[in-house]
DNA sequence: ATAGGGTTAG
């Protein structure tokens, strides 16, 4: 004999026997008796399938399951409900027990089950158990594969999917429009260093040849698919090509630019969606990317536009949505109304937290930053690998060694979160920028993962600042095998042997530089004046005031010598006399838009400026000394982090 | 016969 427990959510009388459906009328006829003898089956029985599939539609797998062996013939809906229960309540123990039940029933070949059985397994981080009920279903229908295509893709396994795929067209399984979807995905979900850009322009093509490019949800994975590879054009040619777009591909391509660093063209496009569509409006999804966008611009006129356009809409109370606002009025300089929307928000989770930790970092609050992340831990919120990211760059940003290296500690012993190359990197930053770069070349040869082009490139950029040659060719050696067409890395060793007046090997590394037909990222500044955007490159370009500002230059430059500034000209890969390298470093970008920020605004208002990449020493210098007597504070974000500056000090406190 | 797909925060 057997017993249950009532269950608390039925109806139930004093006398706990009885099973009550609980019915809209609101029955009180008892549907089954559950003292009957299972083992005698009786036409009441017939209704233990019933039974198990209205409590899995509670929610009550544990009483389904306890129920399940009394059924002497459980039907496929039923497993299927069994199955579905197990996926919603993230219970791999009960998957694997209704898989075993299924099997010893003889419907472990029904094709429609292992569908679900294989989706089960994914959402419950099982791929090995997914590939097993793959391997063992004789008839694989379209489904069957899509499913294990599907779940081998989220769980990262992207070059066995297309193994699989090949497998699958040898066999002569035509694709449907799913099965495009997922390979796409896969070609982009691949762990491997080879990128899997020809097979995806392959299976491109097929779906050309198979007429299945007029199907936004296809169209639009092509867009991403092209997104993630960062091929800007190609996604941009097949958004264009598409008949029909929705609101998914619309997000979908300015996400891409977004992401791409075209932020200028994601906002353009926002507008293009805004004013062109009317069935294709914005949603909390777009928001996000268009927010990155403005972040990324550092434009505060237009975030503030965009924040007021969420408002309207409302979109305000969207954790993605709300988060992406705090970085983005971090990000455009505006710390503490990043702080506001945070202390806003009426719920939170680690993504929030991250974003605040993150806007801290920047700006060089590491001590803030390592305190809000503890508050974090105190709120019962458990840290992600990002927050790790966060907090430790935080560390890198203020120079906290000794703190930086507990939390690294602390990572594995008390979060259970294994380090990763962005991690290890941090560490490598943190290290490297504090001049333990022994320590650091230590740590890149203690990990028990492949360093990889982000540790190396710490390294670099850390020998860059305090100038070791050694340690930087062996770091660039590996770069040069990783990634041999990123020409920062030519820069920096070229910039390291330039400080070492190693002109020969200067020369060498430019050579190597054309030889590959790349070319020194152009440094650019700019600056948000009256709603406009004004950009700024050290090379003359078109714009009326370009004299002015030279003049306005030469005047501070002369001005500032008298009171002991002395021009720093290392940035200069040429071997020129020091005044013509002079003349250089005074045209740089960064200079131009403080000029431009002088004339352009009022006094009292903060000059805010952004740069593409690391403020050169020369420029940290002059800035420092221009807020100090032109009054005025200045705001300046480079590629790692803010700047500012007021009465001649730098807020980096000249670590950077 | 049934079933399933695309964009998002740090």
Redesign the pocket.
């Known amino acids: 004999m057997w017993a249950l427990h009532t269950p608390h959510n039925f109806q139930s009388s004093s006398a706990s026997t009885h099973f009550r459906f609980p019915t809209r009328t609101s029955s009180r006829q008892p549907i089954c008796s559950l003292t009957l003898n299972p083992s005698n089956p009786t036409k009441t029985d017939a209704n233990y399938n019933q039974l198990i599939q209205s409590l899995c539609k509670q929610g009550s797998l544990k009483r389904a399951l306890q129920v399940l062996p009394h059924e002497p013939d459980p039907t496929?809906h039923t497993y299927e409900l069994l199955i579905l229960s197990c996926s919603r309540l993230n219970s791999l123990s009960d998957g694997l027990d209704v898989h075993r039940h299924l099997a010893d029933a003889g419907f472990d070949q029904d094709?429609?089950l292992a569908?679900k059985l294989i989706?089960m397994y994914s959402e419950l981080d099982s791929i090995d158990n997914a590939r097993k009920v793959f391997d063992r279903t004789h008839k694989r229908?379209?489904?069957v594969w899509?499913a294990l295509f599907?779940a081998l893709t989220l769980a990262g396994y992207g070059q066995e999917v297309l193994d699989l795929y090949h497998q699958m067209n040898q066999i002569g399984i035509p694709s449907?429009?799913?099965?495009?979807?997922y390979v796409l995905?896969a070609c982009v979900a691949s762990e491997s260093l080879v990128s899997l850009i020809h097979k995806g322009k392959e299976i491109h093509a097929h779906i050309l040849r198979h007429g299945y490019d007029a199907?936004?949800?296809?169209m639009?994975?092509l867009v991403?698919m092209y997104a993630r590879f960062g091929c800007v054009s190609y996604a941009g040619c097949v958004f264009d090509s598409m008949p029909v777009r929705?609101?998914?591909?619309w997000?979908?391509m300015i996400?891409c630019y977004a992401?791409n660093g075209r932020p200028f063209e994601a906002l353009e496009l926002f507008r293009e969606m805004i004013l062109e569509t009317h069935d294709s409006i914005p949603?909390?999804?777009?928001m996000?990317?268009v927010l990155?966008a403005c972040?990324a611009l550092a434009a505060l006129e237009q975030g503030k536009l965009i924040h007021g356009y969420i408002l309207r809409r409302g979109l305000d109370s969207i954790?993605?949505v709300i988060?992406?606002l705090v970085?983005m009025y971090a990000r455009c300089g505006k710390l503490e109304l990043g702080q506001l929307v945070f202390d806003q928000m009426e719920k939170r989770?680690?993504?929030?937290w991250?974003?605040l930790i993150?806007s801290y970092g920047i700006h060089g609050f590491g001590k803030r930053a390592i305190q809000i992340f503890k508050e974090m831990v105190s709120h019962g919120v458990s840290p992600?690998h990002?927050?790790f990211v966060?907090v430790l760059g935080a560390c890198s940003h203020a120079g906290l060694v000794e703190e930086g290296k507990m939390l690294f500690a602390s990572m594995v012993k008390e979060h259970g979160i294994y380090p990763s190359v962005e991690h290890y990197a941090c560490m490598v930053d943190l290290l490297g920028r504090a001049n333990q770069l022994d320590e650091a070349a230590r740590i890149i040869e203690e990990m028990r993962i492949e360093p990889g082009q982000k540790v190396w490139g710490s390294l670099l950029g850390s020998c860059r600042i305090h100038c070791n040659v050694e340690l930087a060719e062996r770091a660039s050696r590996r770069l040069f095998e990783l990634e041999p067409m990123n020409a920062g890395n030519y820069v920096l060793l070229a910039d390291i042997y330039a400080e070492a007046n190693m002109w020969d090997e200067v020369k060498r590394v430019k050579k190597l530089l054309d030889a590959r037909g790349l070319q020194k990222i152009q440094g650019r500044s700019w600056i948000e004046a009256k709603r406009k955007i004004y950009s700024f490159t050290s090379v003359d370009e078109p714009n009326p005031q370009m004299e002015q500002l030279h003049a306005l230059l030469v005047r501070l430059s002369t001005e500032m010598k008298e009171r002991g500034y002395m021009p720093q000209t290392k940035a200069v890969l040429y071997d020129l006399e020091p005044e013509e390298k002079e003349r250089i470093v005074l045209g740089h970008s960064e200079k131009l838009a403080v000029a431009f920020g002088l004339i352009n605004t009022s006094r009292g208002e903060t000059i805010r400026i952004t740069k593409n990449l690391r403020l050169c020493e020369d420029c940290h210098s002059v800035t420092k000394f221009i807020s100090k007597f032109a009054d005025r504070e200045i705001l300046v974000r480079d590629v790692n982090r803010f700047h500012h500056f007021k009465d001649g000090i730098c807020s980096c406190g000249d670590y950077w």
């Open positions: 496929q094709p429609f569908t989706n229908t379209i489904y899509n599907r449907d429009r799913f099965t495009y979807t995905k199907l936004v949800h296809i639009t994975t991403d929705n609101v998914v591909s997000s979908a996400a992401k949603n909390s999804v777009t996000v990317s990155q972040a954790l993605p988060s992406a970085t989770d680690v993504v929030s991250n974003s993150s992600s990002v927050s966060s």
